[in-house]
Nanobody, 116 residues
Framework: QVQLVESGGGLVQPGGSLRLSCAAS????????MGWYRRAPGKQRELVAG???????NYADSVKGRFTISRDNAKNTVYLQMNSLKPEDTAVYFC??????????WGQGTQVTVSS
């Protein structure tokens, strides 16, 4: 069983920055692929950024150059640094972990609102 707890969301003005954190319980974090997803009002959940257990990253085209995903295996935590935020980045952001044979786990989500 893995528990994921997101934090760092909030209200920010356009052009501002936020850093989301996702703390994972358990002992499989360093072997797990991690991802940040978001669900905007009226839209389906979409992948924002992912990072493999080996540190390879991928990003949605809409956030490339603005968002950075990283992980700290010593702290069982994955981060999403979000810069140059836009109103269209407003969404609930979710953390996900995945490990072959263990399945996928999701956090409860954290709200990010970009508005002036």
């Amino acid at each position: 069983q893995v528990q994921l707890v997101e934090s760092g969301g909030g209200l920010v003005q356009p052009g501002g920055s936020l850093r989301l954190s996702c703390a994972a319980s358990g002992t499989i974090f360093r072997r797990s692929d991690m991802g940040w997803y978001r669900r905007a009002p009226g839209k389906q959940r979409e992948l924002v950024a992912g990072i493999t257990s080996g540190g390879s990253t991928n990003y949605a085209d809409s956030v490339k150059g603005r968002f950075t995903i990283s992980r700290d295996n010593a702290k069982n935590t994955v981060y999403l640094q979000m810069n140059s935020l836009k109103p269209e980045d407003t969404a609930v952001y979710f953390c996900k972990s995945y490990l072959l044979g263990q399945g996928a786990y999701w956090g409860q989500g954290t709200q990010v609102t970009v508005s002036s």
